[in-house]
């Protein structure tokens, strides 16, 4: 992955969101900007570079995919409706 700053504003709101994506896909939001001048622009790069310096890769999910494969498993078992 890539690192990104996104910035966005939707349509009728007053201020941008701004938000960071590090090179492992995590995005850490940075909060809402009423304007982006040069001063919030180089906050903005100080704060991404900050991030992106002490970014960590994410641990592993175990649980989380020990629970999706019970389910997988009870799903292709026939014989669970007959049990409970």
Do not use: F
Not at 22 to 32: A, M, P
Not at 35 to 45: C, F
């Amino acid at each position: 992955m890539s690192r990104e700053i996104k910035v966005s504003k939707y349509k009728g709101n007053t201020h941008y969101t701004v938000q960071v994506v590090d090179s492992y896909g995590q995005e850490h939001n940075l909060g809402y900007y009423e304007r982006l001048d040069y001063i919030e622009t180089g906050l903005i790069e100080r704060e991404a570079e900050r991030i992106w310096s002490n970014e960590v890769e994410p641990k592993e999910d175990l649980l989380g995919k020990a629970i999706l494969n019970c389910k997988e498993l009870d799903s292709k078992n026939p014989n669970l409706k007959d049990i409970l």
